[in-house]
């Protein structure tokens, strides 16, 4: 890429979801119970900057499992070999994606719905969004809102990787097959442009904790089509983004990586901004001039790359963190913080902003969204 203007000072990697927290379990150590299994596995340190774990899955669902996704500023990785998942986009029925088993789903900025019924396997891995750019070696604007099998991207190498996890017979061989394959297209491909990287970085209260208040509404609706230039796949949809709690099987994870909200099938990721820190709270014209680079610059190099403007992922980013405020683990007795509460310490106006956000990126209120988290044992 090229683009006018100095780089600013280099504040580190940002291409990183946030880690888990607490030392991480060996691999191929069966996370969570239940009706289904999840196996989490941790990558080969040098590939740590680009994907946190490697989450293995199995799921049985005698029944059909229908489940909400909720937006998110991040990217689906899932390679599976079991039963596979229908994805609907409400808001567009030509999205949908329909009896595909392995995808990516780019980043979406509105809720969907995934539908499974028979026994699930595969593993899921959650990228922040430059992360997925340099190994998926597509421009995310082509991947936005919109989930695709993994036979229509470039090259095969995710379709003969798929073949290859399921001929392996067990989760520390797949994870070592991973390792390989990902440290492969990371050799091969070219870093993004580490003023993009910074803008990242900047965007999400990555290099300094923001002050003031976040963005205002102003979610940019994409048109009910493919994006000029996409991969050709036709109808598709979000992937599986999940607003329910608890660790949960592929197609249902919660707010992902890029935001430091929670995370579906590996569990609960809870860590977020220092308590008073708003994210998204730059504005796109300050950020735009701290990178040197015009606003229509930065909003076209946010779209073909990262897949959303700067403003909407600004928002996504914010949600993700108020979502994982409502969600996250806490001692037995300790209540969940309020609505007010959360409205505050996230930027958002009032709490009226705050549930019209959460109404349009989860397709649910605050309040529900917590009495869902309650009630479920997961």
């Known amino acids: 890429m090229s683009a006018a203007g100095a780089a600013p000072p280099d504040p580190g990697p940002a291409t990183s979801p946030v880690p888990a927290v607490g030392p991480p379990p060996p ?11 999840v196996v989490l596995g941790y990558p080969d340190a040098r590939l740590r900057p680009f994907v946190d774990r490697y989450v293995g899955y199995r799921e049985w669902a005698l029944r059909p499992s ?19 998942l229908d994805v609907v986009d409400p808001r567009c029925a030509t999205r949908g994606a329909y009896r595909v088993d392995s995808f990516v789903a780019g980043t979406f900025d509105g809720y969907c719905t995934t539908r ?12 922040a969004p430059l992360a997925a ?19 229509q991207l470039p090259g095969g190498w995710l379709a003969r990787l798929r073949e290859r996890l399921a001929e392996t017979p067990d989760w520390p061989g797949r994870f070592r097959l991973l390792d390989a394959a990902l440290a492969g297209r990371l050799a ?22 923001a002050v003031g208040t976040a963005p205002a509404d102003d979610r940019e609706a994409e048109p009910c089509s493919d994006p000029p230039g996409g991969p050709g796949t036709g109808p598709a949809a979000a992937g599986d983004r999940e607003t329910r709690p608890g660790p949960a099987p592929a197609g249902g994870r919660e707010t992902g990586p ?11 990721r809870t860590t ?5 820190a708003v994210v998204g709270s730059v504005g796109v014209g300050a950020l735009a001039d701290e990178l040197g680079w015009s606003r229509r610059h930065l909003a076209a190099t946010f779209r073909r790359e990262v897949g959303l403007p700067p403003k909407v992922t600004a928002r996504l980013l914010r949600f993700a963190r108020a979502h994982a405020a409502l969600t996250a683990d806490r001692p037995p007795g300790t ?39 309650s009630s479920n044992a997961g």
């Open 335 to 373: 209540a969940a913080p309020g609505g007010a509460e959360v409205a505050a310490r996230y930027g958002y106006s009032d709490q009226s902003h705050l549930i019209r956000e959460f109404h349009e990126f989860a397709g649910v209120t605050p309040a529900a969204l917590l009495r869902s988290h």
């Open 66 to 84: 229908v489940r909400r996704q909720a937006a998110g500023a991040f990217v689906v990785l899932i390679l599976g070999w079991g039963a596979p």
């Open 133 to 151: 750019r340099r190994i998926l070696g597509v421009p995310l604007g082509e991947l936005t809102n919109r989930a695709v099998a993994v036979e």
């Open 258 to 268: 890029a935001g430091g909200g929670t995370a579906g099938p590996s569990g609960r």
């Open 188 to 209: 091969a491909t070219v870093p993004v442009d580490p003023r993009l990287d910074w803008a990242w970085r900047r965007l999400s209260g990555a290099t300094a904790p």
């Open 27 to 37: 691999a191929g150590v069966a996370a969570s119970p239940g009706p289904f299994d």
């Open 272 to 276: 977020g901004p220092p308590d008073g």
């Open 116 to 127: 499974t019924v028979g026994v699930g396997l595969g593993v899921e891995l959650l990228l």
